[in-house]
Structure formats: structure tokens, C-alpha cells
């Protein structure tokens, strides 16, 4: 079946510094991908997209990256601030069926 | 804040009993989506409504199911509660006006079955 995993469960970073976040998936057929961003008592927070007929979207701060030829994806946060501190996930999204299969997660921490 | 709100915040239930937990969803949203969140790990798919009906489920015995409403607010129901469905029970909505249509998350409602 369909599996969407991160590679590590815990990041630490010092302010100001820049985060990557990596995420691989297994199902050849996924055609869009998603980052999301949960602090602690809230749901998650959409963060950036991208579909897999692009290599690389850009947001404000935020990069994500697709390699659809080893079938990963990164999440790339530039200046990375004590705000950022939470948990990231990426998903995988079924666009019929409105079904987003989401990883374990990432906890980013920031230090000042 | 994403506009949609769940209640309750917090329950607390004895295994065997049956929950329903309540989800509004943004201002012109159609689809609300249920999901599962065990402590430290990923949503888990439970369902998705759009227009009233059920369209799309996950791997969730029969004993969870829903329901959405004219208004488009839904209603999670789960039966015979067991001790394992402790968690956190996030809602999410969308539009299906746009074919990737962006998932707004409710804060969750955290179920602790004792």
C-alpha cells in the first residue's frame, strides 16, 4: 500500500540557520504533494504544495523540493525562526478522493 | 485561525460507550474530511463528506461513521468505544472547486477512552 515516511523524527537547528526537512513516499501513482506545519494543541497548518509535474515551488521563507526519480520531497525553510519550531508533515493527496495520507511527522526545534 | 472549529475541545469517555463529536467548517466549504491522530504520530484518513455524502473512506471499521448537514457542518460518530480510539480527532475542509483544493484543519477534538 501507500506509505508516506519522513527521514528523521527530530531536527534541531539554531535560529537563523536554514532547515531542511525530508520526506519520502512510495506510491508512483501520488501526483500531489503537500507540507504542513503543527504546533503543539493545534491542528496541522497548510504550509506549501506541489504537483508532480514540478520540481520545485517556492513560498515565502519555505522551498519544496520533488524528485519524482527516487520519490522524495523537501521542505526547505530559510532563516528558520523560533516560530518555526513545531512538527512537520508532508502528505500525499488523493485528488478524487480528497484523501491526504500523511507521514509521521518531523519536530523541528529552533534554538536561539 | 482557519474558521473551522470543532467541539468539544476535550472528552472523556468509558469503553463500550458511543461519541459524536461536531465539526463547522470554513465559510463556502463543501467537503469536510475526519482524520485520526494518535499522539506522536500522522492524521489518519477516517472519512471525507461532500454534499451530504460519504466520499471516500479509510481503513475505520463500520463502528465510525457521519454525517454533514445542509449547512455543511458534519458529525463524527463512533460506537462501542474502545480504548485504542484514544486520540486526537481532527476535521478539515475544502472546496472541490479546484481540483487540489486546500484542506483547512479545525484544533481537533482530544478523546481519552479510560
Known amino acids: 500500500g501507500e506509505s508516506v515516511g519522513l527521514h528523521l523524527p527530530t531536527l534541531s537547528v539554531q535560529e537563523g540557520d536554514n532547515s531542511i526537512i525530508n520526506c519520502a513516499y512510495s506510491n508512483s501513482a501520488s501526483d500531489y504533494f503537500i507540507w504542513y506545519k503543527q504546533e503543539s494543541g493545534k491542528g496541522p497548518q497548510f504550509i506549501i504544495d506541489i504537483r508532480s509535474n514540478m520540481d520545485k515551488r517556492q513560498g515565502q521563507r519555505v522551498t519544496v523540493l520533488l524528485n519524482k526519480t527516487v520519490k522524495h520531497l523537501s521542505l526547505q525553510i530559510a532563516a528558520t525562526q523560533p516560530g518555526d519550531s513545531a512538527v512537520y508533515f508532508c502528505a500525499e493527496k488523493d485528488t478524487n478522493a480528497g484523501k491526504s495520507t500523511f507521514g509521521d511527522g518531523t519536530t523541528l526545534t529552533v534554538k536561539p | 485561525e482557519t474558521g473551522v472549529t470543532q467541539s468539544p475541545t476535550h472528552l472523556i469517555k468509558t469503553r463500550g460507550q458511543q461519541v459524536t463529536l461536531r465539526c463547522s467548517s470554513q465559510?463556502?466549504?463543501?467537503?469536510v474530511s475526519w482524520y485520526q491522530q494518535a499522539l506522536g504520530q500522522g492524521p489518519q484518513f477516517i472519512f471525507q463528506?461532500?454534499?451530504?455524502?460519504?466520499?471516500g473512506r479509510g481503513n475505520f471499521p463500520p463502528r465510525f461513521s457521519g454525517l454533514q448537514f445542509p449547512n455543511y457542518s458534519s458529525e463524527l460518530n463512533v460506537n462501542a468505544l474502545e480504548l485504542d480510539d484514544s486520540a486526537l480527532y481532527l476535521c478539515?475542509?475544502?472546496?472541490?472547486?479546484?481540483?487540489?483544493?486546500?484542506?483547512?484543519f479545525g484544533p481537533g477534538t482530544r478523546l481519552t477512552v479510560l
Open positions: 465559510s463556502g466549504h463543501n467537503t
Open positions: 463528506y461532500y454534499r451530504e455524502e460519504e466520499n
Open positions: 478539515a475542509s475544502s472546496s472541490r472547486l479546484r481540483e487540489e483544493d486546500t484542506q483547512y
